[in-house]
């Protein structure tokens, strides 16, 4: 079946701008999670969604991020005000659900790009 | 805090040579290891997992709580094994967030 997408592949902005990246997880899962991978580090987690959710946000790195999943399956993360900083690869990835056993399967990630 | 340190970015051998990519973590209590791969214009997946203790394309890894690694071995190398590979800890015991290193680059060279 179809894997985790995400949408736009590549998104470039002008600092101060908002952008929304948007995540379609793998039908029926409830888990979905967001990271960000920086050039030459690893992912590193943002947030974490439980259905509708979100059950921990501890690595948002500040107010100007938010991300919502309203329905419980696409979830769109927001940033407001970027920052040169904000550049990177934002992953997403899906869960069956939150349980240590469950595997999660990563989507292709948005390329964000900020002038 | 959990943290995970792969000390090579980029690890070079030879097709045919044996293969250890280094993985140390750092946490106080009881961790669950992966090891995550990403092969070129592909999408990072799960690689294997301490707690199956499987072998998956040849690769084994073993959790060494005395020396806190959890390195990653294969004894042949192959050319389809160039890829990133990344160390992960996540904390045992229902949902906790998941911790990955830095990545290694593994080249093998034919």
């Known amino acids: 079946g179809a894997g985790v997408s995400q949408t736009p592949s590549n998104k470039v902005t002008e600092k101060g701008k908002y952008v929304e990246l948007r995540c379609d997880p793998i039908?029926?899962?409830?888990?979905l999670y967001w990271y960000r991978q920086s050039l030459g580090q690893g992912p590193e987690f943002l947030i974490y969604?439980?259905?509708?959710?979100?059950?921990?946000d501890s690595g948002l790195p500040n107010d100007r991020f938010f991300a919502v999943r309203p329905e419980g399956s696409v979830s769109t993360l927001k940033i407001q005000r970027t920052e040169r900083g904000d550049s990177a690869v934002y992953l997403c990835?899906?869960?069956?659900?939150?349980?240590?056993?469950?595997?999660?399967?990563f989507g292709p990630g948005t390329r964000l790009t900020v002038l | 805090a959990q943290r995970v340190t792969q000390p090579e970015k980029l690890l070079s051998v030879f097709k045919g040579a044996p293969v250890e990519l280094k993985c140390n973590y750092s946490?106080?209590?009881?961790?669950?290891l992966f090891w995550y791969v990403q092969y070129s214009r592909q999408r990072l997946q799960l690689l294997l997992r301490?707690?199956s203790r499987e072998s998956i394309k040849g690769f084994t890894a073993d959790l060494n709580k005395g020396e806190t690694s959890f390195h990653l071995k294969k004894p042949f190398a192959q050319e389809e094994d160039s890829a990133m590979y990344y160390c992960?800890?996540?904390?045992?015991?229902?949902?906790?967030?998941?911790?990955f290193g830095t990545g290694t680059k593994l080249q093998v060279i034919p």
């Open positions: 969604f439980q259905g509708t959710g979100a059950a921990d």
């Open positions: 990835a899906s869960s069956l659900t939150w349980t240590s056993t469950d595997t999660q399967y």
């Open positions: 992960a800890l996540r904390a045992a015991g229902g949902y906790q967030k998941v911790t």
């Open positions: 039908s029926g899962h409830t888990a």
């Open positions: 946490y106080s209590g009881s961790p669950e």
């Open positions: 301490h707690i």
